[in-house]
């Protein structure tokens, strides 16, 4: 029976994160495909190559979208700098280059090839799954959910009003919004009931391995992005998404209608939440996580990694 979990990633260290929770969990996971996000497809399969190596992964990786619809290629540069995984040392491993495997063809022959439909885990900009929901809407039904990393109700990251992986392609969103998909969010806000911090970062270092040591350098700068601006911790982002994925009864989902502006000046990119008695929900939308069993299956991702 053909595992029944996709990941599609724009490889940033909280992505890694995210995908070291899914593979120790229950879930065994199909295949990954790319996607432009945290740095450019280059750096993106780099990240990939290296994240493979330190971890052991034995999934395909395919080489998805190198830019959003409207071809452009929007990255958080200014904060992650030109490879998206900052440290504060060492780094992932040099590892020979992934082979160049479409991730649209190798995403319709997963979904055509189950038995029962499949679960996607969306961890960056939605541009492979809209292009697949547009090439494909025949395939769409052999998806139960889309659990999605991104949007923001409240406060953006990327821009005041907008979260980066929707920044980076609103009309992914809006077309995987229409697309009959069952979208599970897990924005800004709720991502942000979950911290890491110093501590953290220490408790991998304690494990004192050289694999805990890259893992312990790659949170630290991670941690790093909410010291630099004066917070106290971090908010993780893709693996909140991973633990709604892998362990939905830790969270409170709640029916909503998501609308994607696209062309407001200061708000492109901005989800709007609307969930007053006359909407028309077309979304699930993550409302509370139980904190301490999502910062648990991150910490012990990472402890039983670096002791690996
Ligand atoms: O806004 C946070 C999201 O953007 C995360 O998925 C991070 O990895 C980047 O893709
Ligand atoms: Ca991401």
Redesign the pocket.
Known sequence: MPALVWIDT?M?F??ILAMMIVAASSKPIAGVSLVF??APMDAVRANAAGAASLLGWRFPIHIGAERAILGGVETPAHVLGPTGIPTRGRSLPEADALPHTDALTALTAWLEGLDAPGEILA??PLTNVAILSLARPDLISKITSVTW?GGGATRG??TASA???AFADPEAVAIVLTSGVTLRVAD?DLCRQVLVGPEDVDTVRAVGTPKAEILADLLGAYVDIALNSGRKAMAL??PTAAAAFVAPDAFVFEKAQVTMELSGTHTRGRTIVDQRPRANPNALWGMRADATRVRALALDALVEASRA
């Open positions: 724009d940033g909280d992505d996000g945290n961890l960056g990393m990251n990327h979260e980066f992986n800004l982002y893709d």
